[in-house]
């Protein structure tokens, strides 16, 4: 899915932009401009951002950091 | 009809009208986005798909402006685009079963307020919204039977 139309970017590209380290929204739209435009994206963003922090925590990685708590 | 009745009712069309438009531009470029991997026959009905919705967009700001509203063109929806031919169609899905709860909450309000001009105008357009969800379900159904290969093999040819 594209999830933000005025970046023109997928889900694919947004999650890998969560792994390496932006764990708001805010954060992402700093790296990459997804979410800076609209806004419509807004809750796309959030559920990504959580998924990825579901995904992140079920590895049970020692220290990861948890962007649910945030 | 009493003024804040009318109010809720153009408040209630305008809801109708951003979903319209909101579809008009989701379907235009999934059909374009067909069209342009080879799928001509899918682009054909997905296009004509974009121009019912717009035809429906007609219907509501000519009903908005009978009953002295503004007509609300400011204001979209989540376009929702996919990047495969299921996806979209998924996406599609979504935007069209919104839409139906969300027309029927409407004919239910112009019911309690007795404007059967409305009323009649939102159950066209309902029935409407309820083949295209009925035939977007037939093409997930169809490609689940035939596979997603299958299914594109069919999709080349124009119409
Ligand atoms: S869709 Fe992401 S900022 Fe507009
Ligand atoms: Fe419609
Ligand atoms: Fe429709």
Not at chain 2, 5 to 32: M, P
Not at chain 2, 79 to 98: P, S
Request: with cysteine.
């Amino acid at each position: 899915m594209i999830v933000c139309l005025c970046e023109g970017m997928n889900d694919a590209a947004l999650r890998e932009v969560i792994r390496g380290g932006c764990a708001t929204v805010t954060d992402i739209a700093r790296r990459t401009r997804a979410g800076s435009h609209c806004g419509a994206c807004g809750c796309d963003l959030k559920r990504l951002l959580a998924e990825e922090a579901r995904l992140d925590g079920s590895e049970a990685r020692p220290g990861a950091r948890s962007l649910a708590a945030k | 009809m009493a003024v804040k009745a009318g109010r809720e009712i153009i408040d209630a069309l305008n809801e109708v009208l951003t979903a319209e438009l909101t579809a008009i531009n989701q379907y235009f470029l999934h059909a374009k986005m067909m069209e342009s991997w080879g799928y001509l026959r899918l682009y054909e009905k997905v296009h004509r798909e974009s121009i019912d919705e717009m035809k429906h967009s007609n219907r509501v700001i000519e009903r908005i402006l009978y009953l002295d509203g503004v007509p609300n063109v400011q204001r979209l929806g989540r376009v929702r685009i996919g990047e495969q031919i299921e996806e979209m169609f998924r996406a599609d899905v979504a935007l069209e079963e919104e839409a139906i709860p969300r027309l029927n909450s409407a004919i239910a309000l112009c019911r309690e307020h007795g404007d059967s001009g409305t009323r009649h105008l939102l159950e066209e357009i309902l029935v409407d919204e309820e083949e295209h969800l009925d035939w977007l379900e037939a093409q997930l159904h169809l490609i689940g039977e035939v596979s997603l290969q299958g299914y594109l093999a069919q999709q080349i040819r124009e119409e």
